[in-house]
C-alpha cells in the first residue's frame, strides 16, 4: 500500500513540475530531461491543460547555447548575475565540492530551478533571460567550462565571466579588477547554511 502511495505522489509531484515548465515555455527535451516524462505525455498534459490563446507557446527544437549572451549582450549579461546568485541561493548550482550526484536533474532540483527562475523575475524590474536561457545558465554555470562565476575580491560580488577571461573583466558592482577568483571562501560559507 505504502508503495502505492509513494508512487502516486511522485507522479503527481512530475506532472506538478511538468505544469510549472510548461508555463515557463520550456521546451519538450528540457520537460522531459527534469521530470522523465516521455515526450508523448509531455505532448498530452500541454493539450489536455493548456488552452488555446492562453498566452503559453509550446517551444520546439534545441535550446539555446549562447554563453556570449550573459557576457557580451547588454541586456543578457546585466541579467546575468543577478539570475546567477538566484541559482546558487536556491541550490540549483552547486559547488565542485558537492559532487556529481548533487547536479544531477531530480525532481527536487527542477523545482528549484523554477523557484530560482520565478524569484529572478520578480526581483529584476525588466527581466530579459527567458527560461530556457536560464536552464543554458545553470548547465553551464555547474559544468565551469565556458561560463564560470566570479567573486569579486574588493566587494565578494558574484558574477558571470566567460572562462578564458577570467581576470580580465572589472567586477559589475564596484569596478575593482579582482585578482583572484574566491569562489572557495564563499561556496564553504554557502555550504554552512
Ligand atoms: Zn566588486
Not at 38 to 52: C, H, N, Q, W
Not at 151 to 157: S, T
Given at each position: 500500500?505504502?508503495?502505492?502511495?509513494?508512487?502516486?505522489?511522485?507522479?503527481?509531484?512530475?506532472?506538478?513540475?511538468?505544469?510549472?515548465?510548461?508555463?515557463?515555455?520550456?521546451?519538450?527535451?528540457?520537460?522531459?530531461h527534469w521530470t522523465g516524462l516521455s515526450d508523448d505525455r509531455i505532448r498530452k498534459l500541454f493539450r489536455a491543460y493548456i488552452r488555446p490563446g492562453a498566452g503559453v507557446r509550446r517551444r520546439r527544437g534545441k535550446s539555446?547555447?549562447?554563453?556570449?549572451?550573459?557576457?557580451?549582450?547588454?541586456?543578457?549579461?546585466?541579467?546575468?548575475?543577478?539570475?546567477?546568485?538566484?541559482?546558487?541561493?536556491?541550490?540549483?548550482?552547486?559547488?565542485?565540492?558537492?559532487?556529481?550526484?548533487?547536479?544531477?536533474?531530480?525532481?527536487?532540483?527542477?523545482?528549484?530551478?523554477?523557484?530560482?527562475?520565478?524569484?529572478?523575475?520578480?526581483?529584476?524590474?525588466?527581466?530579459?533571460?527567458?527560461?530556457?536561457?536560464?536552464?543554458?545558465?545553470?548547465?553551464?554555470?555547474?559544468?565551469?567550462?565556458?561560463?564560470?562565476?566570479?567573486?569579486?575580491?574588493?566587494?565578494?560580488?558574484?558574477?558571470?565571466?566567460?572562462?578564458?577571461?577570467?581576470?580580465?573583466?572589472?567586477?559589475?558592482?564596484?569596478?575593482?579588477?579582482?585578482?583572484?577568483?574566491?569562489?572557495?571562501?564563499?561556496?564553504?560559507?554557502?555550504?554552512?547554511?
Amino acid at each position: 500500500m505504502r508503495v502505492t502511495d509513494e508512487r502516486y505522489n511522485r507522479d503527481r509531484l512530475r506532472l506538478e513540475l511538468a505544469l510549472r515548465l510548461i508555463g515557463h515555455e520550456a521546451r519538450t527535451h528540457t520537460i522531459r530531461h527534469w521530470t522523465g516524462l516521455s515526450d508523448d505525455r509531455i505532448r498530452k498534459l500541454f493539450r489536455a491543460y493548456i488552452r488555446p490563446g492562453a498566452g503559453v507557446r509550446r517551444r520546439r527544437g534545441k535550446s539555446p547555447q549562447q554563453a556570449a549572451f550573459f557576457v557580451r549582450s547588454g541586456a543578457g549579461a546585466a541579467d546575468a548575475h543577478a539570475l546567477a546568485s538566484m541559482l546558487l541561493l536556491f541550490g540549483v548550482v552547486t559547488p565542485p565540492t558537492a559532487g556529481a550526484a548533487a547536479a544531477q536533474p531530480s525532481l527536487a532540483r527542477g523545482r528549484l530551478l523554477c523557484e530560482a527562475f520565478e524569484t529572478y523575475r520578480r526581483v529584476v524590474p525588466q527581466p530579459c533571460i527567458d527560461f530556457e536561457h536560464a536552464v543554458y545558465l545553470a548547465g553551464a554555470l555547474q559544468r565551469g567550462e565556458e561560463l564560470r562565476l566570479r567573486w569579486c575580491g574588493g566587494c565578494a560580488a558574484v558574477d558571470v565571466v566567460e572562462h578564458p577571461s577570467l581576470r580580465a573583466t572589472p567586477c559589475r558592482a564596484c569596478g575593482d579588477k579582482p585578482g583572484e577568483v574566491t569562489a572557495p571562501r564563499i561556496t564553504g560559507r554557502m555550504r554552512g547554511h
